[in-house]
């Protein structure tokens, strides 16, 4: 008989919505959780029936659902770290939001999901009040991409220092620890850079730019890749960058499949 190997791991929960193409969402982050050798844990939020071309139908799991799914996993298992993606509605954001305070839940990655590159409306119009309020305060980090980060700080944004004005002013207004905000929507030179604000300093952070139009998820794997490196037990800074580094090379292994943006590949060293 062979002797038991004991095996201990980091792990990291994902409070997302479902993509049923698989390309986003709960099933993004648990491949990149997976990658960097971080056990994966989910709260289901919503499932989407979505593919490379959008989004058909959205249907909110019950709160107390999402409720017992995260006490489940913390009660038991306990996580290093957390992320937040689709909350679809005010009532699971509060309902999140809560059980992050009262849980204790450490080194939070809010990814405020809003609007996807296909132009769906991910969150109801009614909710971003209630993201700001109650879950922003609690985060390490807010990562909104450019439509998010307009909604958020009020601020029109076409260039860089546009990305670095909304960056500061998500900052001072919502008191959260730090922002990125992430250029996957911005035009021309600034396709793919990204701004980083601390309260201290102000970071471009730039990789190179891919050209290819499936970009589905890389929202999702960069606020999980952040999320798994701090429950490696990095800081924060140097969770951002490798985290950076791992999108940018996830999307050069992009996947072509379906008709229209196709997921990043996540175990791009296999492909
Ligand atoms: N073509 C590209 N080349 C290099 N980096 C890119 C490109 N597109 C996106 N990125 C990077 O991917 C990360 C995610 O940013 P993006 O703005 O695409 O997020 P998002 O809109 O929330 O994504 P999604 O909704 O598709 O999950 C950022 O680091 C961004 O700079
Ligand atoms: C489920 C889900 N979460 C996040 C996004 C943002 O890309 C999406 N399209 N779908």
């Not at 791991?9 to 993509?19: H, N, R």
């Not at 989910?42 to 709160?63: E, F, H, K, W």
Request: net charge neutral; hydrophobic share 45%.
């Amino acid at each position: 008989m062979n002797a038991q190997i004991t095996h201990t791991v980091p792990v990291a929960l994902t409070i997302a919505g479902s993509d049923s193409g698989g390309g986003a969402g709960i099933q993004a982050d648990l491949r990149t959780f997976a990658f960097h050798r971080v056990h994966g844990t989910s709260a289901i939020t919503c499932v989407t029936a979505q593919n490379t071309l959008g989004v058909a139908r959205v249907d909110a799991i019950p709160a107390e659902a999402v409720i017992a799914q995260i006490q489940a996993v913390v009660g038991d298992i306990g996580v290093q770290a957390a992320k937040t993606g689709m909350l679809l509605n005010r009532e699971i954001i509060c309902t999140v939001a809560q059980q992050v305070e009262a849980l204790q839940i450490n080194n939070l990655v809010v990814d405020p999901v809003m609007v996807s590159r296909t132009g769906d409306q991910l969150i109801d119009n009614d909710a971003v009040q209630t993201m700001t309020r109650k879950l922003l305060p609690q985060a390490a980090i807010v990562t909104p991409n450019r439509y998010e980060a307009q909604i958020l700080s009020g601020l029109p944004i076409n260039t860089l220092d546009d990305m670095r004005a909304a960056a500061q002013v998500i900052h001072r207004n919502f008191k959260v620890k730090a922002v990125l905000v992430k250029g996957g929507g911005m035009q021309g030179n600034y396709r793919g850079v990204d701004i980083w604000f601390d309260g201290q300093k102000l970071q471009t952070l730039i990789t190179k730019q891919v050209d290819t139009k499936n970009t589905h998820g890389t929202g999702c794997t960069l606020s999980a890749a952040i999320t798994a490196n701090l429950a490696l037990g990095n800081d924060l800074w140097p969770s951002v960058q490798q985290a950076k580094e791992y999108v940018t090379n996830a999307l050069t292994y992009a996947l072509d499949i379906g008709k229209g943006q196709g997921p990043v590949g996540h175990f791009f060293p296999l492909l």
